[in-house]
């Protein structure tokens, strides 16, 4: 090696190599993106391996076009959005937008589960009501990713994100004290 050439310059990762440590940081996401696109454990289960197995092909042609956390949500939310188009075609299911919404899901009233399980499972039952677009602006959201990572992902401006970000809140909030008012 000529004196002065860098020493620090690591070859690139191969596919198997890539996939491996994507899987590794990011698999919890994916179970949790996963059960926000399927409400069926089983179907949300085939899921998680579909969408590891395209993250695995991905890395094949992944040359670094965005950073490794928007590549792998981008993969994981474009195979969920095709499965659940997919179960659509299969069996139709009245999915609305942000503008359709007007109540969350009912309280389970499983007296062992505690508010916040039951909160959560609300929740989670309102965001598989959404439309495919603004579900996986939402998952993105609660995964804590910023306005113009989500944007990265989906294709969306940053003030497109916000804006569908903050209606949804502001939705969520007004379902949520409505309903704690008829309690």
């Avoid at 069926?40 to 956390?69: M, N, P």
């Avoid at 209606?167 to 008012?181: C, F, I, M, P, Y």
């Amino acid at each position: 090696m000529a004196r002065g050439e860098n020493t620090l310059h690591k070859a690139p990762l191969s596919q198997d190599d890539a996939y491996r440590s994507a899987a590794e940081e990011y698999g919890r996401a994916i179970d949790r993106l996963a059960r926000g696109y399927e409400a069926d454990a089983d179907l949300a289960r085939d899921l998680v391996q579909d969408i590891h197995a395209e993250l695995w092909r991905s890395f094949a042609y992944f040359e670094g076009q965005c950073s490794v956390k928007s590549w792998v949500y981008r993969i994981a939310h474009n195979v969920a959005v095709t499965h659940v188009q997919t179960a659509l075609r299969r069996k139709p299911e009245a999915l609305v937008g942000l503008d359709g919404i007007t109540e969350l899901a009912a309280r389970d009233d499983l007296a062992a589960q505690t508010e916040a399980v039951q909160l959560r499972h609300r929740l989670l039952a309102t965001v598989h009501r959404l439309k495919p677009a603004d579900r996986q602006v939402m998952l993105l959201y609660l995964e804590d990713l910023t306005g113009a990572e989500i944007g990265e992902v989906t294709g969306l401006s940053a003030g497109a994100v916000a804006t569908r970000i903050h209606r949804l809140k502001n939705l969520l909030a007004d379902t949520l004290s409505h309903e704690g008012d008829s309690q």
